[in-house]
């Protein structure tokens, strides 16, 4: 497995971040500028038509990250059953989202404490991956 850590942790896809993203991003600029230097229908429908596929390309991230997500909830629930002391897991919808994403990153023998700590605290994302002390590398990731 490859190190990974609190600062090397962010996935970057490059046809998505480098490429895809700019490139329509660039166009549906381009095709408003059409717009406002050459107002007509054809421009119109142009610029409507960019800002759909622009719209298309952030849904379909975020419909990818959102699938994901759900896989981790999941995933943490069935990996603090067998970590958590029954009082703990009680609470375990008390977390949210946003927090078992941070929380995943923890190993097993310091994931019960981070819990409380994090139950108690309304700790968020990033300051609770900052109080990671050993790091378990997620590499599958969207």
Same mark, same amino acid.
């Given at each position: @497995?490859?190190?990974?850590?609190?600062?090397?942790?962010?996935?970057?896809?490059?046809?998505?971040?480098?490429?895809?993203?700019?490139?329509?991003?660039?166009?549906?600029?381009?095709?408003?500028?059409?717009?406002?230097?050459?107002?007509?229908?054809?421009?119109?429908?142009?610029?409507?038509?960019?800002?759909?596929? @622009?719209?298309?390309?952030?849904?379909?991230?975020?419909?990818?990250?959102?699938?994901?997500?759900?896989?981790?909830?999941?995933?943490?629930?069935?990996?603090?059953?067998?970590?958590?002391?029954?009082?703990? @897991?009680?609470?375990?919808?008390?977390?949210?989202?946003?927090?078992?994403?941070?929380?995943?990153?923890?190993?097993?023998?310091?994931?019960?404490?981070?819990?409380?700590?994090?139950?108690?605290?309304?700790?968020?994302?990033?300051?609770?991956?900052?109080?990671?002390?050993?790091?378990?590398?997620?590499?599958?990731?969207?």
């Amino acid at each position: @497995m490859a190190e990974q850590s609190y600062s090397s942790h962010t996935r970057w896809l490059p046809a998505f971040h480098f490429f895809a993203f700019p490139v329509l991003l660039l166009n549906t600029i381009n095709e408003l500028r059409h717009l406002y230097l050459a107002p007509s229908r054809s421009t119109a429908f142009a610029a409507l038509v960019a800002a759909a596929i @622009m719209t298309s390309l952030f849904l379909a991230r975020v419909m990818a990250l959102t699938a994901q997500d759900r896989l981790i909830r999941l995933e943490m629930r069935l990996r603090l059953q067998a970590l958590l002391p029954p009082d703990l @897991m009680a609470r375990f919808n008390e977390l949210t989202v946003s927090q078992l994403v941070g929380l995943r990153f923890a190993s097993d023998g310091e994931l019960p404490a981070l819990v409380g700590t994090v139950l108690k605290d309304g700790t968020k994302q990033s300051e609770i991956k900052k109080m990671i002390k050993q790091w378990v590398p997620d590499l599958v990731r969207v």
